[in-house]
């Protein structure tokens, strides 16, 4: 082990990994990667519509170009949120339009409607789907490939997913299951917060367990990667962090996400507004005591910092934060390790969450806190001081047996 430094917008993040496996680990080829080797042939006389966005990359070049280098037909792109070429804030609507790169015509999944219509259907009868998930139930990507599956099996129309790593890798599984009652977009399907599947393996769940509104049967096929393995972090993969979306813009935003993310559904900050969302959380006036912190990294290996910050407007990332242009007293994040499984992300930012709660003034949650955990139960969580796992722990078991007919890592 050695430690490592990262330059990461305004400041440097500090860390321990170990670098053995990264330099040992065969390449990892993509499904993407895999598509362009193995099925090329299969793609000349189809009618291909598009779902990507920046991350969708095959190394420096974007599937889009490669595609059409390759004189694939593609007819129609397809954005999901924060649009085809991801510069869209969290939450803003994506209008249809054209993308200026190719004059190919850019049908929203994420404005007036969320599920493809007929009309965006009817021009293609093959919808590639490429998108870099996050590995969280609360990331809409999931709920995206849900509804895209519904209404292609609607209008007979296949599906091709493009398997690409759970950049929280395939081991680490926490949080509660989600309840009827509070599905939403950013909670579709009966899963854990974090699932430690691949967005491939997620699809085959979605139809293997009856998840899908459908009459028929989608056209699905998972085009599998070469040589992930499920134990491994993101660094050990050797690929380029390229943001899924704005708010993610280094791995390590992703991977503390999965737990700082419940500050959104309160009048906290979760860091929007800043370079580094996800990374520094606070509230006006928190003074946070220093036995808390200093317990905190006790149990997990991180570095937990009082900061100051104050959010403001940043194009492309953050329109109108939480306290733009108040001075927001907070913690700063550092991961001590690149391991999902050894930091247990969720249950860092859920145990910070509850305690900046207590020393916050007139700081208070929302309803959209029970979207995010899936459940009210989260409150008696946050009114006990039992570790976060203890909530969880037996769902997730039986949770983590019956993803094992879909996994393919």
């Given amino acids: 082990m ?39 042939d299969e793609l000349r006389d189809r009618r291909i519509g598009l779902l990507a966005n920046p991350a969708s990359r095959i190394g420096s070049a974007h599937l889009l170009d490669t595609l059409l280098t390759r004189q694939v037909p593609v007819t129609a792109l397809f954005a999901a949120e924060h649009g085809f070429r991801g510069d869209v804030p969290a939450g803003e609507e994506i209008k249809d339009g054209t993308d200026v790169l190719t004059g190919l015509p850019v ?13 965006m259907l009817a021009e293609i009868d093959l919808l590639i789907f490429d998108l870099q998930d996050a590995g969280v139930r609360f990331y809409t990507y999931i709920s995206t490939l849900g509804l895209v599956l519904e209404a292609a099996a609607a209008h007979d129309v296949e599906v091709w997913v493009l398997d690409r790593p759970n950049p929280l890798g395939g081991t680490y ?10 599905r939403s977009f950013v909670g579709a399907f009966p899963i854990p ?13 979605m139809i293997g367990e009856g998840w899908l509104n459908t009459e028929t049967e989608p056209r699905l096929r998972v085009i599998p990667m070469e040589n992930w393995q499920r134990e491994q972090n993101w660094i050990e993969t050797g690929l380029t962090w390229i943001p899924p979306s704005p708010n993610l813009p280094h791995f390590t935003n992703a991977l503390v996400y999965p737990g700082t993310c419940f500050f959104e559904g309160s009048t906290m900050s979760e860091g929007r507004g800043t370079r580094d969302p996800f990374m520094m959380v606070g509230s006006p006036g928190l003074e946070f005591p220093e036995e808390a912190r200093l317990s905190l990294m006790q149990r997990y290996p991180v570095s937990l910092e009082p900061v100051t910050f104050t959010p403001v407007d940043i194009p492309g990332m953050a329109t109108n934060p939480k306290h733009r242009g108040t001075e927001v007293s907070g913690i700063r994040l550092s991961p001590l390790t690149l391991d999902a499984g050894s930091l247990r992300p969720l249950e ?21 806190l029970y ?21 969880w722990q037996a769902e997730v078991e039986v949770f983590t047996k019956k993803r094992k007919p879909y996994l393919l890592y």
């Fill in 173 to 182: 599984v926490s949080g509660w299951m989600l309840e009827p009652e509070f």
């Fill in 193 to 205: 917060i974090v699932h430690g599947m691949t967005i491939g393996e997620l699809a085959l769940m």
């Fill in 107 to 119: 049908f929203s999944l994420y404005g007036q409607t969320r599920r493809p219509t007929p009309e």
């Fill in 2 to 40: 050695f430690w490592c430094t990262v330059s990461c917008a305004d400041r440097e993040h500090h860390f321990i990994h170990q670098t053995a496996a990264q330099h040992s680990a065969p390449e990892i080829k993509l499904g993407a990667q895999q598509l362009l080797s193995q099925y090329l």
């Fill in 348 to 368: 860092l930012g859920l145990e910070l969450f509850r305690e900046m709660l207590h020393h916050a003034p007139d700081a208070r949650t929302n309803r959209f």
């Fill in 371 to 391: 979207n995010l955990a899936g459940t009210q139960r989260i409150r008696e969580f946050l009114e006990s001081d039992a570790p976060p796992e203890t909530f």
